[in-house]
């Protein structure tokens, strides 16, 4: 799986310019200059939504009638399948505000490639990969005025695809509606990093063996939004679920992978088990690291192992990363019958700044990772 989301994204893809005509604009009301700068300047994560959504429908053979359309509620019947049976995938990048004016996007065809593997597991159609590019450029272009430039600042894009068909039996639908929206977005941690306080769940777990842990569906984050408000209750900002099998190994957060460093220099983080979303900022920093000469390692790694290297001084450092903050050190790890803090240390900072750096164009892209689009 890894292997074919690093080939496909390591592929050529055509210019923003080419792709840019397959989605066919639909003007409409816009936000006013005043309202945009503001939102920008503090938009949180989430919150208000740019003006141009990106839209394409399959009706049986193939998707149709690609097009950027004003953003708005929109209308499902109330048989529309996704309602009844879940069946529903996306996506999460981000476009960024160079120094220069220019707006970038970062490995959007490891996003692509993804969401058809998603698509393939929930038996959804997939959509071709410059199809996802063009719908991605179509949609930052529409709402340029959108993207912030402060650093670590981004627009966040969410693609999404779910069955729209009315149809109350059980099978896959006939009908689907594929769609970006777009979201201006703080750094998630204003200056740097801070730390979170991680629970780890021993009662749920967000995906199990042959079920879809390794895919973006909305089904995996609903498994994990009771512990996580549990959790929440208890004092703590997120949950680490352990493997189902065994209930002893660490797999990831509800909607981020997880690292471990340990004194000696050596990082490791769970090897995709199955269970496993394969991040792409998982795949940047596993290669950032090793670009760094890091011996950074993917395995297993016992829950027990992590609390007695935490103990004795050989896990110098945990943290937490995805595509909407990054990265988040783990300053404290705890659960029914243990509760230890990390000694932090200056590797998550140093991977925050080179990766981000390059996201925002002021650290050299030695990877090709950055994709223009206008
Ligand atoms: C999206 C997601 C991640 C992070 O993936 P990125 O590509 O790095 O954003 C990690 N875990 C889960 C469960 C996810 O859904």
Same mark, same amino acid.
């Given at each position: 799986?890894? =292997?074919?989301?690093e080939?496909?994204?390591?592929r050529?893809?055509?210019?923003a310019d080419?792709?840019a ?5 639909v003007?409409?009301? =816009? ?5 945009v ?5 503090n938009?949180?994560f989430?919150n208000?939504f740019?003006d141009?959504?990106a839209r394409a429908?399959w009706?049986?053979?193939q998707?149709?009638n690609p097009?950027v ?18 069946q529903e995938i996306f ?16 490995r959007p ?7 058809n593997m998603?698509?393939?597991r929930?038996?959804?159609p ?6 996802f590019v063009?719908s991605i450029v ?5 709402? =340029?005025?959108?993207v912030?430039s402060?650093m670590?600042?981004?627009?966040y894009l ?6 729209s ?6 099978r ?5 509606e ?5 979201s201006?977005?703080s750094?998630y ?6 730390a ?10 967000r995906?199990?063996p042959?079920g879809?842990g390794?895919v973006?569906?909305?089904?995996n ?8 408000l549990?959790?929440?209750d208890?004092g703590?900002d997120e949950v ?8 002893t190994?660490?797999?990831?957060l509800?909607g ?5 460093v ?7 983080t769970?090897?995709l088990?199955?269970?496993i979303?394969p991040?792409?900022?998982?795949s940047?920093i596993?290669?950032l690291l090793?670009?760094?000469g890091?011996?950074?390692r993917e395995?297993?790694i ?10 004795s001084?050989?896990v110098?450092?945990?943290f937490a990363?995805?595509?909407?903050a990054v990265?988040?050190p783990i300053g404290?790890?705890a659960s ?8 932090g ?8 700044? =080179?990766?981000?750096g390059?996201q ?6 030695r990877?090709?990772w950055?994709y223009?689009i206008?």
């Amino acid at each position: 799986m890894q =292997e074919e989301l690093e080939n496909i994204s390591a592929r050529p893809i055509a210019s923003a310019d080419s792709l840019a005509q397959k989605f066919m604009f639909v003007q409409g009301q =816009e936000a006013s200059d005043d309202v945009v700068r503001e939102l920008k300047a503090n938009p949180g994560f989430g919150n208000a939504f740019a003006d141009y959504m990106a839209r394409a429908t399959w009706t049986g053979q193939q998707w149709e009638n690609p097009s950027v359309v004003p953003y708005g509620p929109i209308s499902l019947d109330p048989a529309g399948s996704v309602l009844h049976y879940g069946q529903e995938i996306f996506e999460g990048l981000k476009a960024y505000r160079h120094e220069d004016g220019s707006v970038w996007t970062f490995r959007p065809t490891y996003n692509a490639a993804r969401l058809n593997m998603s698509a393939r597991r929930l038996a959804i159609p997939e959509l071709p990969v410059e199809d996802f590019v063009a719908s991605i450029v179509s949609v930052v272009r529409a709402n =340029e005025r959108w993207v912030p430039s402060e650093m670590g600042t981004s627009l966040y894009l969410r693609p999404f695809t779910f069955a729209s068909e009315a149809f109350l039996g059980v099978r896959a639908a006939t009908k689907y509606e594929y769609m970006v929206v777009a979201s201006p977005a703080s750094a998630y941690f204003g200056d740097g990093v801070k730390a979170i306080d991680v629970w780890v769940d021993r009662t749920y777990h967000r995906a199990g063996p042959g079920g879809m842990g390794n895919v973006k569906t909305g089904g995996n984050y609903a498994a994990s939004l009771l512990p996580k408000l549990v959790s929440h209750d208890a004092g703590f900002d997120e949950v680490l679920f352990l493997d189902a099998a065994t209930n002893t190994n660490l797999d990831e957060l509800g909607g981020m992978n997880v690292f471990v460093v340990y004194a000696d220099g050596h990082v490791e983080t769970p090897a995709l088990s199955g269970n496993i979303l394969p991040g792409a900022t998982r795949s940047s920093i596993l290669q950032l690291l090793r670009a760094r000469g890091v011996d950074a390692r993917e395995t297993t790694i016992s829950l027990q192992s992590v609390i007695d290297g935490v103990k004795s001084g050989d896990v110098a450092e945990m943290f937490a990363c995805g595509t909407a903050a990054v990265v988040a050190p783990i300053g404290r790890l705890a659960s029914d019958d243990f509760d230890v803090r990390l000694p932090g240390g200056d590797v998550v900072q140093s991977v925050y700044e =080179e990766l981000v750096g390059i996201q925002m164009g002021r650290v050299e892209d030695r990877f090709g990772w950055c994709y223009r689009i206008c």
